[in-house]
């Protein structure tokens, strides 16, 4: 099965022409934490900071290159702010990134006489080049007072100066370890092209549901890799997206089903009337308690419910290939859509392994939808917001 590692321009497009209709404005809640604004370039970075950084601020940037973003940085704060510029010590030879750019601006060391006093950030920005990027947490305590903390009004991360690669799950591992040591952060700006690709298929139920958010139709959304990914609290907004997500004739599969209510009703959503599985469509619960599928079957004997980790989706994909094995079906390997109510990922805990899953189930099944039960999940949902979704209003 030929696995594509991008969503279709077609997808990508219905999700920045249709989601901005829910606008984001560039102050946060006081209530509510922080945004996580997700960038795709250099260039998206500087119309973030153009958006979310304000004259005096004292703002972080982890993996900072000395250059054009530290500049548009700069002079976003002005005089009285301050950027801490931070950076890992690389080999000149290896790593290529600092050949060429100019760090006059900041250190005011140049030959170039035409360079302006005006026009130099070495009162505003403080460099550190660390040993090991661990080291940037010892900035946080920085200040005059050493059981005080230094304040931040916000922090530029980009992923792969400072990791090396783009690694988007790493990413926000780090921007939720600085939000929760810097609770009076206004905003985390992360350049991350894998970051920026997730923060526009993740679409928040209750948009879905209130008919902010309409989703194409089975024929013209492709099935990807990357699917729209629905996060929902409770059972009951669980089972309420059934009709916004599952059309006749889908292949659908509940990863944990416990005892096949809400497979049920995915059954009668997906498969054709006036037949079973073979009349069109698909349908099956898996769980991992041999018990807990036992009680499923005797409810519902009619349908197919099999013992199955969610983590081996090698599994999950032949509950549908055995069931039409040795038949003329024609049945594509996968599944349309995907519902995971799994304990463990439930709840307000579990965010990375929730994405971690539903990586797992994209690349696997390539469905064009996964909808997961996930109170960690449906926060991100309002907290990760790709720049593209920013209200343009805000924009010089």
């Not at 189930?361 to 920013?390: D, F, Y």
């Amino acid at each position: 099965m030929m696995l594509l590692l991008l969503l279709s321009s077609w997808t990508l497009l219905f999700l920045d022409l249709v989601l901005p209709a829910f606008c984001f404005s560039a102050k946060a809640s006081s209530s509510s934490p922080p945004p996580i604004i997700a960038c795709k370039s250099t260039k998206e970075v500087q119309r973030a900071i153009d958006i979310y950084i304000n004259p005096n601020d004292v703002v972080l940037e982890l993996g900072a290159q000395l250059a054009d973003t530290s500049a548009h940085l700069c002079r976003a704060i002005g005089s009285n702010g301050k950027a801490v510029l931070v950076d890992v010590k690389r080999k000149e030879a290896t790593s290529g990134r600092s050949i060429g750019r100019d760090t006059s601006l900041f250190f005011g060391h140049t030959d170039d006489n035409a360079i302006d006093t005006e026009d130099l950030f070495i009162d505003q920005a403080e460099y550190h080049e660390l040993e090991q990027f661990d080291q940037w947490r010892e900035l946080m305590l920085m200040t005059n007072n050493e059981d005080s903390l230094r304040k931040y009004d916000a922090m530029i991360l980009d992923v792969g100066s400072t990791i090396g690669n783009d690694l988007y799950l790493s990413a926000l591992s780090l921007a939720n370890e600085f939000i929760a040591k810097q609770p009076k952060t206004r905003v985390v700006i992360v350049k991350s092209k894998v970051l920026s690709n997730f923060s526009r298929r993740i679409i928040h139920s209750q948009r879905l549901l209130d008919g902010t958010v309409n989703l194409p139709m089975k024929d013209e959304l492709d099935r990807l890799p990357d699917p729209i990914i629905i996060p929902c609290v409770g059972v009951r907004d669980y089972r309420r997206t059934i009709p916004f997500i599952v059309e006749q004739g889908d292949d659908v599969i509940e990863v944990g089903c416990h005892y096949g209510t809400s497979t049920s009703l995915l059954y009668d959503a997906a498969v054709m009337k006036g037949g079973d599985n073979d009349s069109g469509g698909f349908c099956a619960g898996v769980d991992i308690g041999e018990k807990i599928i036992q009680n499923a079957k005797r409810r519902y004997p009619e349908m197919i419910f099999e013992v199955v980790d969610a983590w081996n989706t090698l599994d999950l994909i032949k509950v549908k290939r055995d069931y039409y094995f040795g038949t003329e079906t024609d049945s594509s390997l996968g599944y349309d859509v995907v519902y995971a109510d799994i304990g463990g990922l439930s709840g307000a805990h579990g965010l990375l392994e929730s994405m971690a899953l539903i990586d797992a189930i994209g690349r696997a099944l390539e469905p064009r939808c996964i909808v997961i039960k996930s109170l960690c999940m449906k926060r991100l949902a309002s907290q990760l917001i790709p720049l593209s979704r920013v209200k343009r209003a805000a924009l010089p």
